[in-house]
């Protein structure tokens, strides 16, 4: 029996569990570029639009307008709400919860953190933090770009900071995404040590492990971080995990919990892996047996509600229950495979990518043919069960997929360079 993703779309903002036309997602995708830091360098002295230090240099735009991206010049109060003295509003919320901030709040995955903590009894208190004020409410706005320095004064009197606030966006350059990540990511630590907050949750991706033709089905969570670092998504997010590893050293005193779910699947969710299921058809390597392992957005915020309330903390991976088999997966699809040789399919898609034909590279592609299935050890010994399992309905999610972006590839292109390097002409 499928498992249909269903969710109440009251209160959700425009890409977040209202399904879009490929006219809008291509519009907003479009409008998914980010500015240039604000005030100049980043902290750490990343120079605007250049690699952040300690690192390759990740960083992305995201999906706001980037005319709306303003430093607001101090905290708001939600209007209707009486303003008490920070000290005591402070002491009476941490008497019955921690008073929990969350980048990127407006829309997304922020932005279902933020209203879910609102409603919790588990928080004190939610500050919403991003670019422009959002429409969620219960909470405190406080409207500043993750990358600006200015962040520090934002977090006064918070206790948590859980970092949403990446681009994963497939059609961002690499380049100015790679820079916004990291230098995001580095900022919110900074920022969070100086204001003296006790955590931070940083949220990245179970691919970080890397997908390899014998991996363990499934990889422990303390399973080596073997991805490549190179200038895709997931090399944006392996830097993340460096920063995160060094953070005791830099700032010594303040936790970090690091979240990796698994392929993110949900109503809006558009991202690299999700357009694997665009394709007419299943590209698939000959010889190769994937096992497909998925995470509903809902269940990655009920993770980041336990991470935030320090019932789950260190390293953690989140998904579904067990995998699935290709034929499995073909079956609930609809699709059918297409099955090429390995060497020649990686051998065209390096091509193809040189030559800018598609934007991904070749070790996209092994999130598709490789397995990468993890091992949900730390939530389930902490009480946490999934909603959702991995029958995903397609009809019901925008698109569902686990693998990498062989849609983004283009599974019709790659088909018709073997063909052509086949015929030698």
Partial sequence: MLVRLRRSLGGLPPGLGQPVSNREARGRRAA???????????????????????????????????????????????????????????????????????????????????????????????????????????????????????????????????????????????????????????????????????????????????????????????????????????????EIEQLAQRSPQTNPGMAVTVVRPAALVGEGVDTLITRHFEAPRLLAVKGCAPRWQFCHVDDLVSALEMAATGEATGQFAVGCDGWLEQEQVEELSGLRRIELPAGLTFGTVQRLHRAGITPAPVTDLHFVVYPWVVDCLTLREAGWKPSFDNRLDRKDATITAAGATVAVIGTAAIVREVRRRRRGT
């Fill in 32 to 238: 998914n570029r980010r500015p240039a830091a604000p005030g100049g360098a980043a902290p750490g002295g990343a120079a605007p639009g250049g690699a952040a230090p300690g690192g390759a240099g990740l960083g992305a735009g995201r999906q706001a307008s980037p005319s709306r991206r303003r430093a607001a010049p101090a905290p708001a109060v939600v209007p209707g709400s009486a303003a008490p003295a920070p000290g005591a509003e402070i002491r009476r919320e941490r008497g019955r919860g921690p008073v929990v901030a969350v980048t990127g709040a407006a829309r997304g995955l922020g932005h279902a953190l933020t209203v879910r903590l609102a409603a919790s009894a588990r928080v004190g208190r939610v500050v919403a933090i991003d670019g422009h004020r959002g429409d969620a409410t219960g909470v405190t706005w406080r409207v500043v770009d993750v990358r600006d320095p200015a962040l520090a004064g934002r977090l006064a009197g918070v206790d948590v900071v859980v970092h949403t606030d990446l681009d994963v966006a497939p059609d961002s350059d690499r380049r100015s995404r790679r820079a916004f990540n990291v230098r995001g990511a580095q900022t919110v630590l900074t920022a969070a040590a100086a204001g003296r907050v006790g955590r931070v949750v940083l949220v990245t991706s179970a691919m970080v492990y890397g997908a390899q033709p014998d991996n363990p089905v499934p990889l422990a969570e303390s399973a080596p971080l073997g991805a490549d670092s190179d200038g895709s998504v997931v090399g944006d997010l392996l």
